[in-house]
């Protein structure tokens, strides 16, 4: 997979947030690397709310990681 | 997404534990960002156990992530 | 809502047990504010065993960041 | 309930296992107090694969609690 | 139960997920005590993928202790 | 099994988020060892959404560990 990712680093904890999304979003293309396949998938996936507060779940375990790798942007 | 989280400091305990909800509700938003299908599915997940309990675990580790940015308000 | 959470500090591990306990059900509450609502869900999920482990799940989550603010009660 | 937690320390690693599997029950115990709910739920929780590994996850986030409160028995 | 966990030290990384993996069976292992029945159960959960991912995860949860009870190997 | 797993320590973020995947998938390999089992999962697994975030999950879990090990990359 080409460069995505070079620092942990943000600026701000709302970027920081943000790359704990895409963190969370690249370990799914990981597994299935087919953009469409991942395309046809959002429809039900971001109408069910169990599905959604999974998704939550696993950017919310990237958040930590982030946030401590910035010291809490304190 | 406009700004919406500028800091992870908060004054008590219970504030953090409230922005730890709304980082939870907010690793939802960004997956399903329209707000009128988030309405729609509160009502059934909302009053399934299972359901609230996933939740809670969301609020339960952004805590563990505000509570040490604010040194567990010691 | 009103004050419910001034301090991660206990006395004992028992009594940081039982904090992580309310931890996770306030999780639940600010989800679903309905305290009748909370009662009507309890017989049914308090007797099924994998609703049951979900909970304690959180409550060890919330056991792990009260414990932490209480130095492990060393 | 009675007192029944009163340190995280343990003498050895496996000892601290068996605490985090105490653990994981009282966080079932605190939700349905009624032991004889809990023997009827046994059997079948028992011989279900995902329902045991779900059990042991929750073991698994207590023993990071208790082991770091060991400072991991060095 | 016999001694079967007297140290979280391990030599390399890899020794360590393997403590890991024991230590997920383990946590099994107090709760259905028997190996007929854990045996029994193997076929159809290690036929299933999700199965397979959630006990991926409490391995995961495992290795975080270990790695750090042993420094990270550094 | 043949050595796979001798450090956590990465050059980039990068390398330790395909370290994070590589962990993940050895947890599954560790309880089911017929790799030809495992790819004739793939198919239904790669087109579950939920399945894909419970993969995302474990990678995150494990990422959490490579980054401290790393020290963030900082």
Do not use: C
């Not at 943000?18 to 963190?23: G, K, P, Q, S, V």
């Not at 991942?38 to 958040?63: G, K, W």
């Amino acid at each position: 997979m080409s460069e995505w990712l070079t620092s942990l680093q943000t600026d701000t904890p709302q970027e920081g947030f943000e790359l704990a999304i895409t963190l969370a979003r690249k370990g799914v293309a990981y597994t299935q690397p087919a953009a469409e396949v991942r395309d046809m998938l959002r429809p039900e996936y971001a109408s069910n709310a169990d599905s959604l507060t999974l998704a939550s779940q696993v950017v919310a375990i990237h958040f930590q990681t982030v946030a401590q790798a910035n010291n809490y942007w304190k």
